[in-house]
């Protein structure tokens, strides 16, 4: 989990803080990869106390050999990856040296030990869906224009949605990221009870100077939703405002970045690759841009940027999950995301208006308190 690379990890951190708050004793069991390291020093000391986290490394790094052995069987190469032997192991061993009233596996990809440890142990386990993982490859399928790209998605898809039908259905409950993705889940599987649990936000200094009119992109580069809408905004998007606007600057920050491949300061484009502080670059930056195609769940960091008074212009998908009450611009087409950039860009006090609308529907409807006790109740099955 730590360090905080991407979503993801900082999703987990936002619901382990939550655990924390509803008053749990909480024990860290966690999983490293290559993209997702495990760093003892860059945890903060007082969560590293109250948690203990234990951690193993596995190697999800994508085999060819593996991965068409997956297609041939008809398997999800995308969760086999996780389903390691050494984390079943460490998982099982945590369980013969602790007592545990509840187990909460977060994500997906985690749950490779269920059946193991549905054998051992007695108490509840729930599940926390990061995403409806099926529905981001189907949607990359039905964007993407290479044959070959279309057909192998769509089977990723199909494959994907077996797994979540197995795994939601054998688990107590689910904790979904939004109440769409909760409705998702409760139309299209056999599940026994749900419950959507937002990613909360702390209470933060919103922004206060809005005189920069720049754009900005903030993602992780190693999901491909992120690769897509970064491809989209330099290629469509910003080339188009730029006619407007030819002074406007573009950045594109994010972790697992090519700074090289995507850095163009000649035409505008400044790639300044991972962010260790987004406090105080939330307080430097603009407009947050983010041409979102497909996905499930919720777009983090668009949450995050609302949270710090950003103004944000995005697309229904990543808008998706987050209720509309104008506290962000949601264009239904690329040319639409180029005119509300544009008004943006040549208004300071639309940038304001929108950026302190969006400070306040945070602290609205993300509060940690709240979300606090509506996870205690579903928790403890009342």
């Given at each position: ?20 708050s509803g008053g749990h004793d ?22 590293y106390n109250n948690i203990q ?26 969760f086999e990856r996780f389903n ?299």
């Amino acid at each position: 989990m730590f360090p905080l690379v991407d979503g993801g990890c900082r999703a987990s951190h936002n619901f382990l803080q939550l655990l924390l708050s509803g008053g749990h004793d909480v024990k860290n069991i966690t999983v490293s990869t290559h993209k997702h390291p495990f760093n003892r020093e860059a945890f903060p000391q007082d969560l590293y106390n109250n948690i203990q986290p234990v951690n193993v490394f596995i190697d999800t790094s994508l085999k060819a050999h593996s991965a068409l052995l997956s297609l041939i069987k008809g398997a999800s190469y995308n969760f086999e990856r996780f389903n390691d032997q050494k984390w079943t192991n460490l998982i099982m061993n945590e369980l013969s040296t602790n007592h545990f009233d509840v187990i909460i596996f977060d994500g997906l990809y985690s749950s490779g030990p269920l059946t193991d440890l549905k054998e051992k142990f007695s108490g509840k386990i729930f599940l926390r869906a990061h995403n409806v993982e099926y529905k981001i490859w189907s949607q990359l399928s039905e964007h993407s224009r290479n044959p070959f790209k279309k057909w192998y998605y769509k089977s990723l898809s199909r494959q994907l949605k077996r797994v979540e039908q197995e795994v939601f259905s054998s688990v107590e409950g689910i904790l979904a990221i939004t109440s769409l993705d909760e409705k998702t889940i409760v139309s299209e599987f056999a599940v026994k009870q749900t419950i959507s649990i937002p990613f909360t936000q702390p209470e933060v200094n919103p922004k206060k100077d809005y005189s920069s009119c720049n754009l900005f992109h903030l993602g992780s580069m190693n999901w491909e939703p992120n690769i897509e809408a970064v491809r989209i905004l330099i290629t469509d998007i910003y080339p188009k405002v730029r006619k407007s606007l030819p002074s406007l600057k573009l950045k594109i920050a994010g972790s697992n970045m090519d700074v090289k491949e995507i850095d163009d300061p000649e035409n505008g484009v400044i790639a300044v690759g991972f962010i260790k502080d987004l406090e105080n670059w939330y307080q430097s930056e603009g407009i947050f841009v983010s041409p979102i195609q497909s996905g499930s769940g919720v777009r983090i960091k668009i949450l995050e940027a609302l949270n710090h008074g950003i103004p944000v212009v995005t697309t229904r998908k990543g808008a998706l999950g987050i209720p509309d009450e104008g506290q962000l611009l949601i264009a239904e087409s690329n040319d639409e995301i180029v005119e509300k950039v544009i008004d943006l860009s040549s208004n300071e006090s639309l940038r304001k208006e929108l950026g302190q609308k969006a400070a306040q529907f945070i602290r609205d409807h993300y509060s940690v308190e709240q979300t606090s006790n509506r996870l205690n109740t579903f928790l403890n099955g009342r």
